[in-house]
């Protein structure tokens, strides 16, 4: 029924193609009214360019200019962005108020020719393709076909083994941070040694490293020691402590933890101090460090590592040993 | 103060404890060990003018959930006789804390939620100088910065940036907008907070917030993050409207509806017949 | 002759003796292209492309793919003396010492926000009108391509400046590659050269970035042109449009002047836009610290949905024989928006397979007429926008003082209960606007105008639709196909059918669902004649003429 009707819409009486005219055919005024208009588009366009080879030399980069609803924002990129798009936008619509006023805007049709080839053509290259088969002797020399096909799937070895020294081996380089024992703790930024005493009850050391960061960093040139290496303290009564990972982990109350989450590796410090949460603000995976510092929202599935600590000599914090599970993202070989 | 945070003040209670020797709030934080910084500990020298005003306010407005003698309302009490609403003890928590929760209109609570919001202030300068005072007395605690304290003008702005970076904008953006904490609590927009209440946040850690002492974070770096924050909210944006400076979603909102909006509606007129 | 027209004929002479161009451009210079605003979507994302080219030479001349650390020492003060790679601080170099540097890095990333947009919404016009049809499927896995090479060049920009944004998106995209089963910890080794954050990534992505990437999409979208040109452009039904037509204006002049105009309205709009608004204020940031975040780190709009993806799924992993599959990475990362692509690539042959259709379609389906795929694409539209809001639950949170964990909870609910509820909902509402069609084609439109019959029976008289519409309402026929019918469970020689071939009839039950049969022309032309009495009876011939 409907499957073979290909649009048979004369019968439906919609075949003819309305036209109306527009005042710019009727009214030569109006046609002289938009060729004035798209010729002022087209001179507006003109003089943004100048102005923009104007506020390039004569606008400062500190200029500032207090605009309603924005406030002060930059004038250098305000007027050069404004000079350049308007000397765009103006030539875009003057040409296109153009193509709509001035140019014949009676529709045309165009048949559709079916690019298909017919079926004679389609035997044909079927036949040819087989003609060259034929001649090549593909078919019947295996010897030949099977040894080009080996060539061709060993091919791409050399060019994926290549790849091969893009970077070292991983090895076991994910467990190991810079911690040892009586690695000292350090604030991030101003690197100042920490006593107990320094920390308050519901007190944060939002960053922390290992004193010997800073020296690691400049001989290796790069962050990397950084990425796995950050900690938080934080302090709490020590009967607040329901629970630790590892057993008098803590000093007085005060815990650390590694700063990297475990789920995709960002750092979190969002502590709140009264219920003791920890939030990732990437993903929302928030940790309990009162309780292990396991995870008890988001998409998390590992509770934060803890490093032990305890005071050296001169009663700096220092770690007790390093961490005892890997930091970060979970990987394939972790367990 | 709201019902779910009995231990807000405490650890600046702690702070008195230790370095007075008081032991009117127990044995529990003798454990902690020593805690205070002696600089951060400064017992009230106030007019008893001042004390006397600070005393009426304090019982017309603050005893009823902090207490008469500022020994607090424990949860477990409210709703037998008189107290309505439980409130931590403000022995300790020293005038700095007093000087942020009322003058920034959280103190008196009025709603109660996840979070006590800023408003309106219901005292005026002096009033809130006489209850800070009036608390202070009691035990030494954070102080209300100086004038002094609050000179940056020797403060390092690029250091202020990479402290603020590091133990602000986690919770409170790049731009010191504010930011979400779980389930309903979150991060206020600090950029236009003044300076002395900034102080005051880093130094007592009102609700959510940590404490940020004077050993974690000296006066000075503190000096240095208040610039970098009023930096923010002073300098220009250069490159045009800062869209809340919240990062790329209202930069996303903005190209779907205006970018698109605007490209869309040429469409429309470029394929409109004219008339 | 004029001298113009000589000078025409002169060049014509020249390039055809030495190329045959000649052919070409007579056949070519007035060929038509339909008019609708529709069909400029994609030309939105053309120019946008090609403005990011533009642009992005420009910034190539100024940026310093580098992570060397070097001390800043320019011109914006709050940075000054801070440690950042060479990249970002060659990004703040063209940001703030570089006259209009600014302007063009908002202008290249303004027109990358659009581009990935235009692409998105040019091609649900492609799926919901049908586009992607007989003979256009491979234009439209063309266009599937082109879309995740856009968002993948979108990311790869992203992250070059080296800010706190883009490190920690650069982070987020190593734990996934870290999330692998069995090369992931490789995979991000060499990826990185070593281990996180190295310095060996940003000068990688850097020619991944403004090399690979381009190099394939331009290569793309010319095959994406090309086809485009050589099958000719689809049309929406109306007054003298057939499926073996292509009703509109000619190349020359009017699309030159409309196309080509169009190109300085795009670029016109982003410059306006990068000239008022902000983009990626990097120095706000500050340079990438693998130890330091900022609240509400989201990526850019097009990988919202993936992120969001990642916050709300739960936190399933699996340890097994000491091996760990991090679910919880994989699904939301990976595994879902494979899937995802796999079946959009897809689709032209799922669908085609439920209709047996072997057509080809260069008439355009209004979306009722194809309530299933209509139903379709607004249920992955809905899994798709959920996602996106997920990705701005922290903000959302924050803006409307809701918990963040409700968010996600409520999120997580609706990802499963609202597609397909909008799905039924969707398919149901274009059926009842199919019918009220088919009604408007066998009764006529309704007038308003009550009449009394003889009876004491009131009735609303209907009135025939005019030509325009009738053309619009008939296309529906184009639009439907017979279901495919099961052969008999057992034929005349009791032979039992083969199994081959059920999940074709299953598929095609569930897509022809409900169907709504167009009329005939006969009845059409009963059903007009019989309103067009009807009308007679309150209004004598000539006071009404037809109506929409």
Redesign the interface.
């Known amino acids: 029924?409907?499957?073979d009707?290909?649009?048979?819409?004369e019968?439906?009486?919609?075949?003819?193609?309305?036209h109306?005219l527009?005042?710019?055919d009727t009214d030569p005024r109006a046609a002289q009214r938009a060729e004035r208009q798209v010729a002022i588009m087209f001179v507006g366009s003109v003089l943004a360019s100048i102005l923009f080879v104007v506020a390039?030399v004569s606008v400062k980069?500190t200029a500032?200019v207090d605009l309603p609803?924005?406030?002060?924002?930059?004038l250098?990129?305000?007027?050069?962005?404004?000079a350049?798009?308007?000397?765009?936008?103006?030539?875009?619509?003057?040409?296109?108020h153009?193509?709509?006023?001035l140019?014949?805007?009676e529709?045309?049709?165009?048949?559709?020719k079916?690019?298909a080839s017919d079926d004679e053509t389609r035997e044909a290259v079927v036949e040819s393709f087989h003609t060259g088969v034929e001649e090549s002797g593909v078919m019947k020399r295996p010897l030949i076909r099977r040894t080009l096909l080996a060539a061709m799937a060993l091919m791409p070895i050399p060019a994926i083994v290549m790849?091969?020294d893009?970077?070292?081996?991983?090895e076991t380089?994910?467990r190991e941070t810079l911690w040892r024992k009586g690695s000292r703790i350090v604030?991030?930024?101003?690197y100042r040694p920490?006593?107990?005493?320094?920390?308050?009850?519901?007190?944060?050391?939002?960053?922390a490293?290992p004193a010997d960061l800073k020296k690691v960093e400049e001989e290796e040139?790069?962050?990397?020691q950084?990425?796995?290496a950050?900690i938080i303290l934080?302090?709490m009564?020590?009967?607040e402590i329901r629970s630790q990972q590892i057993q008098d982990g803590d000093f007085?109350?005060i815990l650390a933890f590694s700063?990297?989450c475990t789920?995709?590796?960002?750092?979190?410090?969002?502590?709140?101090?009264?219920?003791k949460?920890l939030?990732c603000?990437?993903?929302?995976?928030?940790f309990d460090l009162a309780d292990d510092g396991n995870?008890i929202?988001?998409?998390?599935?590992?509770r934060l590592p803890q490093l032990a600590i305890e005071v050296d000599k001169e009663g700096y914090l220092v770690a007790k040993e390093g961490f005892q599970e890997p930091v970060?993202?979970?990987?394939?070989?972790?367990? | 103060m709201s019902s779910?945070?009995p231990?807000?003040r405490?650890?600046?209670a702690?702070?008195a404890l230790v370095t007075v020797g008081l032991i009117l709030m127990g044995g529990?934080?003798a454990?902690?060990?020593?805690?205070?910084?002696p600089a951060q500990a400064e017992t009230s020298e106030a007019s008893p003018a001042l004390l006397e005003e600070g005393s009426v306010l304090y019982k017309e407005g603050c005893s009823s959930c902090h207490g008469l003698n500022l020994e607090g309302v424990p949860a477990d009490s409210v709703g037998k006789g008189n107290p309505k609403q439980n409130g931590p003890s403000l022995i300790g928590v020293g005038a700095a804390a007093v000087d942020f929760q009322v003058s920034t209109g959280r103190m008196p609570v009025g709603a109660t939620g996840q979070q006590v919001v800023a408003g309106r202030s219901s005292y005026n300068e002096e009033e809130v100088a006489a209850l800070a005072a009036y608390v202070a007395s009691f035990a030494p605690g954070p102080a209300i910065p100086s004038e002094e304290d609050l000179d940056t003008t020797d403060a390092s702005l690029a250091?202020g940036g990479?402290?603020f970076r590091?133990?602000c904008a986690?919770?409170h953006n790049f731009a010191a907008q504010g930011?979400a904490?779980?389930n309903g609590?979150y991060?206020p927009a600090i950029d236009p907070s003044r300076p002395d209440h900034i102080w005051e946040a880093m130094l007592t850690?009102p609700?959510?917030?940590?404490?940020?002492?004077d050993?974690?974070i000296n006066p000075d770096?503190k000096k240095a993050i208040i610039k970098y924050i009023q930096n923010i909210n002073a300098a220009?944006?250069?490159?045009?409207?800062?869209l809340g400076t919240v990062g790329p979603v209202s930069e996303g909102l903005l190209i779907w509806t205006v970018g698109l909006g605007a490209l869309i509606a040429?469409s429309v007129?470029?394929g409109a017949?004219?008339? | 002759m004029s001298t113009t027209q000589r000078a025409v004929a002169t060049t014509t002479t020249w390039v055809d003796d030495r190329t045959g161009a000649g052919k070409w451009l007579k056949k070519n210079l007035?060929?038509?292209f339909p008019d609708h605003w529709s069909f400029m979507l994609g030309e939105i994302a053309l120019y946008s492309f090609i403005l990011c080219l533009l642009t992005g030479v420009y910034l190539t001349l100024f940026f310093n793919p580098s992570?060397?650390?070097v001390v800043y020492n320019g011109?914006y003060a709050p940075l000054n003396g801070i440690k950042m790679t060479q990249a970002y601080e060659s990004t703040l170099r063209v940001s703030?010492?570089v006259?209009?540097g600014?302007?063009v890095r908002?202008?290249h990333h303004w027109a990358a926000l659009l581009f990935v947009a235009a692409v998105s919404v040019h091609m649900l016009r492609v799926f919901f009108t049908g586009a992607f049809r007989k003979?256009r499927e491979l234009n439209w896995v063309i266009g599937v391509g082109l879309m995740t090479l856009a968002i993948l060049e979108g990311f790869a920009g992203y992250s070059l400046p080296d800010d706190l944004l883009s490190g920690?998106g650069l982070?987020?995209a190593?734990?996934?590659v870290?999330?692998?089963?069995?090369?992931?910890?490789?995979v991000?080794?060499?990826?990185?050269?070593?281990?996180?954050?190295?310095?060996?990534f940003i000068p990688r992505l850097y020619s991944i970035h403004i090399l690979l990437i381009p190099g394939i999409l331009l290569g793309m979208l010319t095959a994406h042109l090309l086809l485009v040109w050589?099958?000719?452009h689809t049309q929406f039904p109306g007054?003298?449009r057939?499926?073996?037509?292509?009703?509109?204006?000619?190349l020359f002049?009017?699309y030159v002047?409309?196309a080509?105009?169009?190109?300085?309205?795009?670029?016109?709009?982003?410059?306006?836009i990068?000239?008022?608004f902000?983009i990626n204020p990097i120095w706000l940031y500050g340079p990438y610290?693998?130890?330091?975040?900022?609240?509400?780190?989201q990526p850019d709009w097009y990988i919202g949905w993936l992120?969001g993806a990642?916050?709300?799924?739960?936190?399933?992993?699996t340890?097994l024989f000491?091996?760990?599959?991090?679910w919880?990475?994989l699904l939301?990362a990976l595994i879902i928006p494979g899937i995802m692509f796999t079946l959009l690539a897809l689709y032209p042959w799922i669908e085609a397979k439920a209709t047996g259709d072997k057509?080809?379609h260069?008439?355009l389906d209004r979306p009722r007429n194809a309530p299933t795929r209509t139903g379709l694409g607004a249920m992955g539209l809905t899994f798709y926008v959920l996602m996106w809001i997920s990705g701005g639950?922290?903000l959302i949170a924050q803006a409307f003082s809701w918990s963040?964990?409700s968010i996600?909870w409520t999120i997580r609910v609706l990802l499963i209960v609202l597609p397909p509820l909008v799905f039924v909902i969707t398919r149901r509402t274009c059926l009842g606007l199919q019918r009220r069609d088919r009604d408007k084609l066998l009764h006529g439109r309704e007038t308003g105008i009550i009449k009394r019959m003889p009876s004491g029976e009131y009735l609303e008289v209907h009135a025939p639709v005019s030509?325009?519409t009738?053309?619009k309402l008939?296309?529906s026929?184009?639009s439907?196909?017979?279901p495919i019918e099961a052969p008999p469970a057992v034929d005349a020689n009791g032979v039992k059918a083969p199994k081959k071939g059920r999940l074709g009839v299953k598929l095609s039950n569930f897509y022809f669902a409900n169907r709504v049969?167009?009329p005939?022309?006969e009845e059409?032309?009963e059903g007009q004649h019989h309103a067009a009495d009807d009308l007679e009876t309150v209004r004598p011939s000539g006071q009404i003429t037809s109506g929409h």
């Open positions: 029924m409907s499957n009707s290909s649009s048979e819409l019968v439906a009486g919609a075949h003819e193609i309305e109306a527009r005042r710019s390039f980069s500032v609803l924005i406030g002060r924002i930059g250098q990129n305000l007027t050069l962005g404004v350049s798009g308007l000397g765009l936008f103006l030539i875009g619509a003057g040409a296109i153009w193509a709509r006023k140019m014949s805007d529709e045309i049709v165009d048949e559709r079916s690019f790849l091969r893009l970077g070292p081996l991983p380089k994910a604030t991030d930024i101003s920490i006593k107990p005493e320094d920390i308050p009850l519901g007190g944060l050391v939002a960053g490293l040139g790069n962050l990397n950084r990425a796995k950050a934080v302090r009564a020590p009967d007085q109350g700063k990297i789920h995709l590796g960002c750092p979190i410090a969002l502590y709140e101090q009264r219920t949460h939030l603000p990437c993903h929302q995976s928030t995870v929202f988001g998409p998390s599935a590992r970060g993202p979970s990987f394939w070989e972790r367990g | 779910e945070s231990r807000r405490r650890p600046t702690a702070l529990l934080y454990a902690a060990g020593s805690l205070a910084s250091e990479e402290l590091t133990n986690q919770c930011g904490l779980s609590t991060a850690g609700q959510s917030m940590p404490v940020f002492n050993t974690t770096e220009p944006s250069p490159g045009g409207a800062p040429c007129w470029l017949k004219a008339k | 007035r060929k038509v992570m060397k650390e011109s703030f010492d006259r209009g600014l302007l908002q202008v003979p920690t982070r987020i190593q734990g996934i870290l999330a692998i089963p069995l090369v992931g910890s490789y991000s080794s060499f990826l990185f050269g070593g281990e996180f954050p190295g310095t060996d050589y099958q000719k007054p003298g057939t499926n073996k037509n292509v009703v509109g204006f000619p002049p009017v002047a409309k080509g105009g169009f190109f300085f309205i795009v670029s016109g709009i982003i410059t306006l990068a000239a008022m902000t610290v693998p130890d330091q975040v900022t609240a509400g780190s992120d990642v916050r709300v799924i739960p936190n399933w992993e340890v000491g091996y760990n599959i991090s919880n990475i939301p057509r080809e260069h008439l639950n922290d963040i964990n996600t030509s325009a009738r053309a008939v296309a026929r184009e439907d196909y017979a049969i167009p005939t022309d059409i032309a």
